[in-house]
């Protein structure tokens, strides 16, 4: 078994990745673009994370990226969490340039590799067909054009896919194989739905007629690119939620340790220490299937996706915990926009759903389990 | 990095060879469990045989110096004795209180002689000791606690009343925590001591339990004479000992819920009694759910214990895991036996006869409810996380 201590270099860039999102990337900047003028995110503080290389944390160094690999990705995706950070990382450093990896061609690689990483070249990947994300193949069909393809259907819950340049889409081929695609930005034929969501990050519905796209790679191997995809996908929404989940449990224990009620602070009540002590060691064990599963996607371990779908399961059900037990804790005011934890609550939801939620990923680990 | 895999090569090499065959099968009933001590009976040669290769090589307690009985391994050699027993599923040669509670007291606090005189003892499994903490009075409030030691010169009289003495019944010493001062505060005046149970005044009379063994006792003592030499550390420094080895007794019960694998594939288990529908799932769709959120939970807390092993031995040790793994493990042990009785449906509640293994099930599912009330309740460990790890007051 993979060791679950970060190494020196590790260690040092989730400190630099703290430091980077507290400074650059607070939750005073998500309230600001909640409130401002519609942009998505913060061009100033997307181009600094360029520069720090978080685009490309996942990109070997040959196409320009850092090579830091997925636990440091996780490091910088949890310290995300921490603040709300709503910036265009994991729809374009972790799905875009998970998926040019594991299914594009090298000319694709060379091409693309670089731009991404590089903070150039903004990505979204677009999978679901209905709300609640099932696990079934698509139905978005790809029909061969010339020498490329189109595609026809509709896609929802695309994060960033209103921002986005290029867009990876997965489609069904005539011969019934699932495909990976790309869709660019202001294609022939694709109508987008920007949808504000609770977390105010946008999420898009995407509708394909006949619009032309090019095959990701290899298109019979689509299937199996597209179930690792969603599995580093999963251990990285995973890493954010132990940051969601990790920062409201501490925010809840600076208020209840300053609030006074009868005299003293509430932490000083049994029934509240009870409660945030069961809280913080549910976060510590999501933290341990956290870590190993990102290390089990950096090392290679026997059973990799029943670990990410166990981490994104306990990820999802310990941040709907902490947020839950951060507003009740807060009690009044925890209802009050004034006060983060509410904004940690809405990210909590989201995050989990996308790309299936504890319940979807318990069922999964079932069936991944022989039961 | 070298010297680990030849020491992982040389390990699984001795275990291959001395390992019994009947000592790679998963632990069935008390029987198999070897707890050692004086009138210990083996329940059969390779149980015996085991104990005595594995203490020879002071692997019984593998990080322990070797002057003393112990392996003299480091951290990360135990990991890998650790990882190799578990490859084959390799009995513990010993569970031993001596090892995993009152040993590393005597380590750390204890002077020459007493190290001496018990530790080689109990790294070989010849003596079975118990632990004389909790009071009729003293039970969460562990520091009330009121058995007397009066100092006689070159002994200490000691009167007073023990309960929930695991095993106290088949142990040959105790250590035991007295009062020796009543000035001050109830912390600063407890001592605690080592002494013979065939000492005269020491009677020891198991409780019934409602899972219909006794494994927990009432100890008495009547005007007993202990050696003032058996005294550990420093007389009225007790309490600090005593919660060095609490840390010590939280991590063996809440490795209850972390060993052996075989215990954490409860949904594959459970086929067999509950059925499955056409596509391989079990045939009953919640308790399909409980059970894989309780195999996540464990799994969670699997790598938790190991993440806690892997940060003492990277130098970050964070004192706050065992109050938390004592927590975490015994509140999962007892799920685990609510859904495996669950399962069993009116089987895994027979009491006696053939069917069902006698009602095994049954008894371990009961017993499993004092996982979270011995060696400090779940509430007592909430509230050590929340006033020494969360600061919270």
New interface residues.
């Given amino acids: 078994m993979a060791t679950l201590v970060l190494d020196d270099e590790q260690k040092m860039l989730r400190e630099a990745a703290l430091r980077f999102m507290a400074e650059k990337a607070p939750v005073s900047q998500l309230r600001a673009l909640r409130d401002g003028d519609g942009a998505p995110y913060d061009a100033a503080t997307w181009a600094a994370m360029a520069e720090m290389g978080f685009p490309g944390a996942l990109i070997p160094e040959e196409h320009g990226g850092a090579g830091f690999g997925h636990v440091a990705m996780g490091q910088i995706m949890e310290a995300g969490g921490r603040t709300l950070a709503a910036s265009p990382l994991f729809a374009t450093g972790v799905a875009g340039a998970s998926a040019v990896m594991l299914a594009g061609s090298d000319a694709q690689k060379a091409d693309l590799l670089p731009k991404i990483a590089a903070g150039e070249l903004l990505c979204a990947l677009a999978v679901d067909e209905s709300v609640r994300h099932t696990g079934k193949a698509p139905a978005t069909a790809a029909a061969p054009s010339g020498d490329g393809w189109t595609l026809t259907g509709a896609k929802t819950n695309v994060a960033d896919g209103a921002i986005a340049g290029l867009i990876v889409v997965s489609a069904v081929t005539p011969e019934g194989a699932t495909g990976l695609f790309l869709v660019e930005a202001g294609a022939s034929g694709l109508e987008v739905e920007t949808v504000e969501m609770a977390d105010s990050r946008a999420t898009a519905i995407l509708r394909f007629e006949s619009t032309p796209a090019a095959a990701l790679g290899e298109v019979g191997q689509g299937g199996e690119a597209l179930g690792r995809l969603l599995d580093i996908c999963n251990a990285h929404l995973a890493a954010e939620l132990i940051g969601v989940a990790g920062k409201a449990c501490e925010d809840t224990l600076a208020y209840v340790q300053e609030r006074k009620q009868f005299g003293v602070t509430i932490a000083s009540f049994q029934a509240i220490q009870h409660r945030a002590a069961h809280l913080f060691g549910e976060i510590e064990q999501a933290r341990s299937l956290a870590l190993a599963a990102l290390s089990g996607l950096d090392e290679g371990v026997e059973g990799l996706p029943r670990l990410i779908s166990a981490a994104k399961a306990k990820a999802a059900a310990v941040a709907d915990l902490a947020t839950n037990e951060g507003v009740q804790l807060h009690g009044g005011v925890g209802m009050t926009d004034a006060f983060d934890i509410g904004l940690f609550m809405k990210r909590a939801r989201p995050a989990a759903q996308l790309f299936g939620d504890e319940r979807f990923h318990a069922n999964r680990f079932a069936t991944l389990s022989g039961y | 990095m070298f010297d680990l895999e030849d020491f992982r090569a040389d390990t699984r090499a001795w275990l291959e060879e001395n390992c019994p065959a009947s000592m790679r099968e998963p632990v069935r009933d008390e029987r198999d469990i070897c707890w050692g001590g004086r009138n210990f009976e083996f329940k059969n040669e390779d149980q015996r045989l085991w104990l005595e290769r594995m203490a020879g090589r002071g692997w019984t307690a593998p990080t322990w110096p070797e002057q003393y009985g112990g392996g003299g391994l480091s951290p990360e050699q135990a990991k890998v004795l650790r ?1 190799e027993m578990a490859r084959i599923n390799a009995r513990e040669p010993l569970k031993s209180f001596g090892i995993s509670m009152v040993g590393p007291a005597i380590i750390k606090w204890g002077s020459e002689e007493l190290k001496q005189e018990h530790l080689p003892k109990i790294c070989r499994g010849e003596i079975r000791w118990c632990q004389g903490y909790s009071e009729p009075g003293a039970g969460s409030d562990l520091a009330g606690l009121q058995t007397k030691a009066e100092d006689k010169g070159d002994h200490y009289l000691i009167n007073g009343q023990k309960i929930w003495t695991s095993y106290a019944h088949k142990a040959d010493w105790i250590f035991c925590l007295v009062r020796t001062s009543w000035e001050g505060k109830k912390q600063e005046g407890i001592t605690l001591i080592l002494f013979d149970m065939e000492t005269p005044g020491v009677e020891a009379r198991p409780i019934r339990l409602i899972s219909g063994a006794s494994v927990f006792c009432e100890t008495f003592f009547t005007d007993v004479k202990a050696d003032k030499k058996q005294v550990v550390g420093e007389v009225n420094k007790g309490w600090t000992y005593a919660k060095y080895i609490l840390t010590h007794e939280r991590e063996m019960v809440s490795a209850i819920g972390g060993d052996a694998s075989a215990v954490d ?1 409860l ?2 288990q ?2 067999d009694a509950v059925g ?1 529908d056409e596509q ?3 045939d009953d769709p919640i308790l ?2 409980d ?3 309780w ?3 464990q ?3 699997r ?2 214990l ?2 806690a092993k ?2 003492a031995k ?1 130098g ?1 040790g964070v004192g706050h895991y065992s109050a ?1 793994l004592k ?2 493990g015994t509140e999962l042990n007892k799920r685990r036996l609510e859904l495996k009785v669950a399962a069993e449906g009116m089987g895994g509640l027979a009491w006696e006869g053939q069917a069902w293994k006698g009602g095994a099930l049954a008894k371990e599912w009961l017993r499993s409810k004092a996982n979270s009330i011995e060696g400090g309740t779940s ?1 007592v ?3 050590i ?3 020494n ?5």
């Fill in positions: 990882e594939a949904g594959v459970s086929l499955a391989g799932r079990l399909r759910a059970i894989a959120r195999e996540i939970d799994l969670g807390f790598l938790t190991e993440r892997d940060e990277a970050e938390l927590y975490a509430e460990q909430l509230g996380i929340a006033k790890v969360l600061g919270m007051k």
